[in-house]
């Protein structure tokens, strides 16, 4: 059954309040790599959304007129990460035809992309919460946006840290840990703005 | 005998996942607010990782260059789709507290590093070990951090009662500790300590 | 044979995923029994709990047997179950209602007089666990049993120590700490379900 929320809460709720990384630790991995240069955090902000998107929609359908129909919901997470990995894919051959200008900046952050925790957390998300078609499209988006902003903000405050007098023990990835954890409250912060609905 | 040994010590402290590596964090940092979810989580990571390693390991020689990392997913998908089975079918209830959570043990990082680091270059053996310890030394971050936040958090341990009751009462309770927030300060935390402690090993062992 | 050859690639690509998925739809179909046999028991089980019958958790032929003594019953609301305990009768509903972030699904068991709950029980939900997701725990679910109902059918939730309220007679509860709207969302989940139950009740009188 599928659950009755309000689209535009359960939007403002993936960007800011439940932030697919700053409340469910979903695409570490590459976010603190990455993070250290602005340009290189756009870039994989705007693939992982884009990704997101189009593979929340294709693993929806996939998992209600294949898997469901046929009784293979155990062999969901299998199909899953090959739909994912097949629409990286596609996507990469489609903007290098179409255009090659965004395959420059895209290009190189979408092999990243299949093993970003965060694309499959969504996904499973969308399985085990029993989203419809149209609410899956806006969950994914709301986490896509909440993950590049959530990059965006992190190596923007990484700049500053960088040059400021950090103790020898704490430096790199420690720092960069309590910076996220300070964000994380922050975006707490946002459940205010949930009341209204 | 001694590259078991040091395999074990490289693995729980030199070259511990969370503390150097900083790897695979993703998934299970989620439930570290409770010992008995982070228990169950990184007891399947061990248990994922050991096993996808000895399989990987031992058809290395088979695995044409071209397929090999989807052959690897595949693997690690097919044991966390067992622990996934297993725990549906007799541990209903955690199953149920852990929801998606367990699905992605399959995104963790430190599993794939396992087989390509370590599985791909080793007889089975080994990588049985290599990926057990690996998984041990995962979850003994994951239980400190789960002993403290469930600790402030909620003043139980594994669902027992610890603290007096005044602890988490009123308008003095830890909710920060239960929340999202207090898992990034305490490995932030770790990491400065432990990164202290090698720093001090470093310099000590210059002299 | 070439081991990167395209023939060899293919060949290996099929057995491998074969044998897997085979060994898979093993696992699958040799647990089955089991997990529907689970889920039964797990619904039979919040029932039980809703009307605060006692049983034994780990005996499944336990909570079978004590089943029986429940009649369901079908209603213009949905269906509900009726009991009698100790020469009271009681009724139990099962209601669902949106989370934070799914379908909560809840059993509430009232006293026959709808004065008093009996007690409440969560079947399914996809709350954060830790979080949201303690809706299951006892802790939070005893405050129901025996817990005065409201003239207004609005059980209200105020921030507590986390070891629940134990004063039933007035006419609130302790909420989850860090979960807000879950809270809000179990709040709005038995307000519905006791206004469905008076329908119900007062349909049969």
Known sequence: MSPILNPFSLFFASIFTSNILLANFLGMCSFISISKDMKSSNGLGLAVTFVLVITGMANWAVLHLILIPLGLEYLRYIVFIVVIAAVVQILEMVIDRVSPALYMSLGIFLPLITVNCAILGVVLFIEIRAYTFVQSIIFSLGSGLGWWLAIMALSAIRKKVDKAPVPAGLQGAGITLITIGFMAMAFIGFSGMLQVQ | ?207 | ?205
């Open chain 2, 1 to 207: 005998m001694s590259q078991t040994k040091d395999i074990l010590k490289n693995n729980l402290w030199d070259n511990n996942p969370i503390l150097i590596q900083i790897l695979g964090i993703c998934s299970t940092l989620a439930v570290t607010n409770l010992l008995s979810n982070t228990l169950i989580m990184t007891l399947g990571v061990s248990f994922v990782t050991a096993l996808s390693s000895l399989t990987l390991s031992a058809i290395k020689k088979l695995i044409p260059r071209k397929v090999r990392m989807i052959v690897q997913t595949l693997v690690i998908a097919f044991y966390v789709i067992i622990v996934d089975i297993l725990l549906k079918a007799y541990s209903p209830e955690i199953s149920k507290n852990l929801g998606p959570y367990v699905g992605l043990i399959i995104t963790n990082c430190i599993i794939m590093g396992r087989a390509e680091a370590f599985a791909q270059s080793n007889p089975p053996g080994l990588s049985f070990w290599d990926g057990l310890t690996s998984g041990l030394g995962y979850m003994s971050v994951l239980m400190l951090i789960a002993f403290v936040r469930e600790l402030l958090g909620f003043g139980t341990l594994f669902g027992y009662r610890v603290m007096p009751m005044a602890f988490t009462s009123g308008g003095y309770n830890w909710t920060i500790m239960v929340m999202a927030p207090s898992a990034f300060f305490l490995v932030g935390i770790l990491l400065w300590i432990s990164k202290s402690i090698m720093l001090k090993n470093e310099t000590g062992g210059k002299k």
């Open chain 3, 1 to 205: 044979m070439n081991k990167n050859g395209l023939t060899y690639t293919i060949l290996f690509s099929f057995v491998i995923t074969f044998i897997f998925v085979f060994l898979l739809a093993l696992a699958n179909v040799s647990t089955l029994g089991i997990v529907e046999e689970n889920a039964q028991v797990n619904e039979y089980r919040a029932i039980l709990s809703a009307f605060g019958i006692e049983y034994n958790p780990l005996d499944n032929q336990d909570i079978i047997a004590k089943y029986g003594q429940i009649q369901k019953r079908e209603s213009p609301e949905g269906p509900y179950y009726e009991a009698t305990i100790d020469g009271e009768t009681a009724y139990a509903l099962p209601s669902t209602g949106s989370g934070l972030w799914g379908t909560i699904e809840v059993v509430m068991g009232v006293s026959g007089d709808l004065t008093r709950f009996t007690g409440l029980t969560v079947i399914t939900h996809n709350e954060t666990p830790g979080l949201g997701g303690r809706i299951t725990e006892s802790w939070f679910t005893d405050q129901y049993v025996g817990q005065r109902i409201p003239e207004n059918g609005q059980l209200g939730m105020t921030s507590g120590d986390g070891a629940g309220d134990p004063n039933k007679d007035d006419d609130s509860i302790d909420a989850i700490t860090g979960a807000t709207r879950t809270s809000d969302s179990m709040k709005a989940i038995v307000a519905s379900a006791l206004a469905r139950m008076k329908t119900i009740v007062g349909g049969n009188t």
